[in-house]
């Protein structure tokens, strides 16, 4: 459960029982679907950033997502989506 006070949520590259999750490029596949939402909506050439609401990571050696709470306000779908990516995957979210 993501916190309703929660400015992002980090979605690891860790499934819950500790594993590396796999494949290797996981977090910038995630964030390329993503790219299209963004603030002020899709422009020209935006499909070639990430976007800023959505960003693939490196912490503490750890591939992850970091997506801004921006996003579940203005596409909740988009936000369900990345959600369910990582509870279908049994990633861990902080």
Request: glycine fraction near 8%; aromatic fraction near 8%.
């Amino acid at each position: 459960m993501v916190s309703p006070t929660a400015h992002h949520v980090v979605i690891q590259g860790l499934t819950l029982d500790g594993r590396t999750f796999r494949p290797s490029d996981w977090a910038e596949r995630l964030a390329g679907v993503m790219s299209p939402f963004r603030p002020g909506g899709t422009q020209p050439g935006s499909h070639l950033s990430y976007s800023p609401w959505c960003v693939p990571n490196t912490l503490g050696g750890v591939k992850c997502v970091i997506v801004h709470k921006d996003l579940r306000e203005a596409e909740p779908m988009a936000w369900d989506f990345v959600m369910n990516f990582a509870r279908d995957n049994q990633l861990q979210v902080k």
